[in-house]
């Protein structure tokens, strides 16, 4: 069973929901995303995705395409995040997803980044810009190695997609709460709830929600219709203000990932 699994198995007996922070590696540098690791699980995260910078996302907003660009320029490479994983391993059993382009994939070589990421202590992956469609040589290796390969469904996804990733997926399903890109919104979307029944029918797995996610009060409202929450931006953004005062910016991000975790666990 798989650190990812079990983590839902115990939130599930627990009656709770599960909370997944976004932060990309290397921003501002590979020490302070050790750092930052840290502060995040103390303060209750149940999943930590580490974003791996490339120069053309396809998904990502402003704020994490800053923290990309800012990552790249300190020279965070995926060994690098593969490597970093593999020392917050020595202190953390805390499941951990990578999220990457598929290009830095294809230049480490996809069956020797599974081996290594499997080696570090890596558990999942979440490529965007790898559709099911195209994604079966890698998905099939990873599969072999343990390491969970999770897909993405949207409010455009028609039924023949939500079954298909509801049978692929592993670990969880990512439902991307809205059209376009990742980013700090004020409300969620409608038309989320009905959406997320139609996944929930097609599949046993957790569904998170995931895009848009920026306080509290939105996390609550999906949780309350999902299994938990993803938050990405508004916690990069917060690094990113905060990047010339580490004592603050951890405090700020300490702070912010644990007014989410009561929300969900009370």
């Not at 670990?171 to 890109?181: A, D, K």
């Not at 409300?187 to 097609?202: H, N």
């Not at 949780?223 to 203000?241: M, P």
Request: charged share 25%; aromatic share 6%; net charge negative.
């Amino acid at each position: 069973m798989s650190r990812i699994e079990e983590r839902f198995n115990t939130l599930r007996s627990n009656n709770q929901k599960a909370l997944v922070a976004f932060i990309t590696a290397g921003d501002p540098d590979l020490e302070s995303t050790r750092q930052l690791f840290s502060v995040i699980e103390k303060n209750g995260a149940d999943i930590v995705e580490l974003g791996v910078p490339f120069s053309d996302p396809l998904a990502d907003g402003p704020v994490i395409q800053k923290s990309s660009q800012r990552s790249l320029k300190n020279g965070t490479t995926l060994k690098k995040i593969v490597n970093l994983v593999s020392e917050i391993r020595k202190d953390s059993e805390l499941p951990i997803v990578l999220m990457s382009s598929f290009n830095p994939i294809h230049v480490y070589g996809f069956r020797q980044f599974v081996d290594d990421a499997v080696s570090a202590g890596v558990d999942g992956i979440i490529v965007p810009d790898l559709p099911p469609e195209e994604s079966k040589e890698l998905e099939d290796y990873a599969n072999s190695k343990g390491l969970d390969m999770i897909f993405l469904l949207a409010p455009t996804s028609t039924p023949d997609r939500v079954e298909m990733v509801a049978q692929r997926s592993r670990g969880f399903i990512y439902y991307v709460s809205l059209t376009g890109t990742t980013g700090v919104r004020s409300q969620l979307p409608p038309g989320i709830e009905t959406k997320l029944l139609e996944i929930r029918k097609a599949s046993e797995r957790p569904v998170l929600v995931g895009f848009g996610i920026s306080g509290p009060e939105q996390a609550r409202q999906a949780s309350g219709i999902s299994d938990g929450v993803i938050i990405g931006s508004a916690i990069v953004k917060l690094i990113e203000e905060h990047s010339g005062n580490p004592e603050i910016r951890d405090q700020k991000v300490a702070e912010f990932i644990s007014s989410i975790h009561q929300t969900l666990k009370s």
